[in-house]
């Protein structure tokens, strides 16, 4: 996987300074966790679906050989095929033997993120194979070269305007000569023009939300209708997705399908779910006569086992992306990676690997609204503390931090320097602007912080000094 | 072979004993007993209620939702639905011999492949009410894609066939043998919130879905116990 994640701060500092980001992201933020607080409260049940999601995922990945074997199993019992891929390359040249097999020409492609993970359309496309996004956030970012700034809505860092000139400069050579700004023209637009490649595929690609090992079935979650147009035209059905999407029945699959839309986006349902079960049957009207499946490894197995298992629960519903505080203020792409925001700091480290992706688990405040939304309850602030162990112990980050760390664990040893320390740097901080209740500037290292936000000023105590003395009150 | 590499990976990292013969045990249980789950206590209702709850569901996804008492006058509510029009059916909707030919406004095209269409009405194995989606099924009768390529898509319901949970939806499944390729949830029409987050109708399925209702409420329904 590629990732930039080295750059996250000067990529975080321009995104602080990108107005239109901003207000992309407050959006965000408003929107998608009032409109899921009020399709969680209309389900008393939600909270015990999440443990049941939870003790699902948990006894799948501990028999995750038995049920990929199972899965595996059923597929081919259906007429379709399994391939196993070790890493992205392996998953890469799968798909592309599979396309040129098929003579494809044309390749629609529905949603998914493991294709995103391993880089599978520029292959297509280096292998003179025409690969289009279907999805309409994808198909935006396509056109722009981009990669998603969201899991669930790659487009979200876009505004309107921005949409309308990425269309302007792209369909004019097929004939839409109009610049739109009217949202339902620049829908009906991209619906137009994608109808056309759907009814012209050769080969089909979407990802699963969960393959039920039970029937050989995978599952897949959309409000476009693109999945469905992508694995019932063409004559070729290629699923990519991660080993760990495994889950045992339909009945376990109910559990996800009642956490996932409402996690996600806020809503009870999205417009589609689709539970796809192999090839086309004798007589079928559609669907395609080929049906593959390619897993994926690519690291996920080397969190079997250890202190990162619970994040191969993840059902990519992006719940912690649009409550994370660092993610709305900075937004997916500083994170130089495909996976984003709290779940794509944890991933991310495991994925390419840490010296590259060190930064991200540290972009956290470490305020817990990811674990306490996500469905399928994933402590992912501990997580982000595990890969800060390791960054320390592999001595990956700054000398200034290791020593700063140090100091502050020396001083957290010993109470009396701590509280000579902490009392005198309060004291000195009272005294700058002794007549406001907030500094917008601090000399030093401090001024790192309030480059971006005020500092409270504290009083002239610490606490410790004044409940001394109220102690001391009480006693007399 | 990436087969074995990637499953012995797998044992490796979870630290399996060959011998243990307790997990495969474990995996056959729990698929072949495929227990139910905590089902929501609003798809626990009563049939009436349950039908209720399903056009409440749907019609806030902005589906349309008509009731009629009897398949006699199926003809009438889709030709009010779509004025004059043509339209296609596909082959269950065939086999129901519905007097099309009867009413001036409305063109019956015959289906054809990988085509779009104006309008298209199809058949449904039934609905499930906790989230207000129809069920849809593909088979010889049903093509998945006449269910997508129309600009307006019509589904007859039978009010009989509608369930509370989806668990009894896969009981139902099951009972008929083996999975078709496809069953698509439909829960409202095709739309998409990519741009600026509002929600836009039309994506790349119907603009339009009209849910037509038929028929009473059956009076031997159960809905499912609780059984955690």
Redesign the interface.
């Known amino acids: 996987m590629d990732v930039i994640s080295k750059d996250f701060v000067p990529l975080s500092s321009s995104a602080l300074k990108d107005s239109s980001l901003q207000k992309?992201m407050s959006?965000?933020g408003e929107?998608?966790s009032t409109r899921r607080k009020l399709v969680v409260e209309a389900?008393?049940?939600f909270e015990?679906?999440r443990d049941?999601a939870r003790d699902?995922k948990n006894?799948t990945l501990?028999?995750?050989?038995?049920?990929?074997?199972?899965f595996?199993e059923q597929v081919k019992a259906?007429g379709g095929q399994v391939?196993?891929?070790?890493t992205a390359e392996?998953a890469r040249q799968t798909v592309l033997n599979i396309c040129q097999q098929s003579n494809a020409k044309r390749v629609t492609k529905s949603k998914s993120m493991v294709t995103d993970e391993i880089e599978l359309v520029p292959c297509l496309e280096a292998n003179g194979i025409e690969a289009v996004e279907?999805?309409?956030?994808e198909y935006?970012i396509q056109l722009r070269g981009e990669r998603p700034s969201h899991i669930v809505?790659?487009?979200?860092h876009?505004?309107?305007d921005q949409?309308s000139e990425t269309f302007f400069k792209h369909h004019r050579k097929l004939g839409f000569n109009a610049k739109l700004d009217n949202?339902?023209d620049?829908?009906?637009e991209a619906?137009q023009i994608?109808?056309e490649k759907?009814?012209l595929a050769d080969v089909g690609i979407s990802g699963a939300n969960f393959l039920v090992?039970?029937?050989g079935?995978v599952v897949l979650v959309t409000?476009?209708?693109?999945a469905?147009?992508t694995?019932?035209?063409p004559d070729t059905h290629v699923v990519v997705t991660g080993?760990e999407k495994v889950i045992?029945?339909?009945?376990?699959a109910?559990?996800f399908?009642?956490l996932l839309a409402r996690s996600a986006?806020g809503?009870?349902?999205?417009?589609?779910?689709?539970?796809?079960?192999?090839?086309?049957?004798e007589?079928?009207?559609?669907?395609p006569s080929n049906f593959h499946v390619v897993?994926l490894?690519n690291g996920r197995?080397?969190m079997?086992?250890?202190e990162f298992q619970d994040m191969l629960r993840c059902i990519r519903c992006s719940a912690c992306l649009h409550h994370c505080p660092v993610y709305l203020s900075v937004g997916g792409h500083a994170y130089g990676s495909v996976y984003n925001g709290p779940m794509g700091a944890v991933l991310t480290p495991q994925l390419a690997n840490l010296d590259e992706a060190a930064h991200l688990p540290n972009a956290s405040t470490f305020c817990g609204k990811c674990e306490e939304i996500c469905p399928v309850r994933i402590p992912l602030p501990k997580l982000m503390r595990f890969w800060r162990n390791k960054e320390g112990a592999a001595k990956l980050n700054s000398l200034t931090m290791r020593w700063g760390l140090k100091l502050w664990a020396m001083l957290n040893q010993y109470p009396l320097i701590y509280r000579a320390v902490t009392g005198a740097g309060v004291a000195l901080l009272s005294r700058i602007g002794s007549d406001r209740r907030f500094l917008n500037s601090l000399p030093g290292i401090a001024g790192n912080w309030t480059k971006y936000r005020d500092f409270g000023r504290p009083e002239g105590r610490t606490f410790m000094s004044q409940w001394r003395e109220r102690r001391r009150g009480v006693d007399d | 072979m990436?087969?074995s590499?990637?499953?012995q990976?797998?044992?490796a990292?979870?630290?399996?004993n060959q011998g243990d013969l307790t997990?495969?045990q474990?995996?056959d249980d729990?698929?072949n007993q495929?227990?139910?789950?905590?089902v929501?206590?609003?798809a626990r209702q009563s049939h009436p209620i349950l039908v209720d709850l399903f056009e409440e569901?749907i019609t806030q996804?902005r589906a349309t939702v008509a009731r009629i008492d009897s398949i006699d006058v199926v003809v009438d509510e889709i030709q009010g639905y779509l004025g004059t029009s043509e339209f296609c059916i596909?082959?269950e909707v065939e086999e129901l011999n519905l007097p099309f030919s009867e009413c001036d406004e409305l063109t019956l095209l015959p289906w054809k492949?990988?085509?779009?269409m104006t309008a298209c009405v199809t058949l449904c194995l039934g609905a499930v009410a906790?989230?207000?989606?129809l069920v849809i099924a593909?088979?010889?009768?049903?093509?998945?894609?006449?269910?997508?390529?129309g600009e307006k898509h019509i589904v007859l319901l039978q009010a009989e066939n509608i369930v509370g949970?989806?668990?009894e939806m896969?009981q139902k499944v099951r009972e008929a043998g083996t999975?078709?390729?496809?069953?698509?949830?439909?829960?409202?029409?095709?739309?998409?919130?990519?741009?600026?987050?509002?929600i836009?109708d039309?994506?790349?399925?119907?603009r339009q879905l009209h849910v037509i209702i038929i028929g009473q409420s059956p009076t031997d329904y159960k809905p499912l116990p609780q059984v955690r």
């Open positions: 992309s959006l965000l929107e998608l389900l008393p049940e015990q679906l049941e699902v006894h501990a028999h995750l050989d038995l049920y990929l074997e199972r595996e259906n391939y196993f891929a070790s392996e279907t999805d309409l956030g935006i809505a790659p487009a979200v876009l505004n309107k949409v949202r339902a620049l829908v009906a619906r994608l109808r759907f009814l090992a039970e029937t079935t409000n476009e209708g693109n469905e147009l694995t019932s035209l080993i045992p029945t339909m009945e376990d109910s559990i399908i009642r986006v809503a009870d349902i999205s417009a589609y779910t689709s539970f796809i079960t192999g090839q086309r049957r007589g079928d009207l559609d669907g897993l490894d197995s080397g079997l086992g250890t | 990436s087969k590499r990637l499953l990976q797998v044992r990292r979870l630290n399996i997990r495969q474990a995996v729990r698929i495929h227990a139910v789950n905590t929501p206590i609003q569901h996804s596909n082959a492949p990988k085509t779009s906790e989230t207000g989606s593909s088979s010889a009768l049903n093509g998945v894609s006449q269910n997508f390529l949970a989806y668990e896969w999975m078709p390729r496809d069953i698509t949830l439909i829960s409202g029409p095709s739309c998409t919130a990519d741009i600026e987050m509002i836009e039309g994506a790349h399925g119907p």
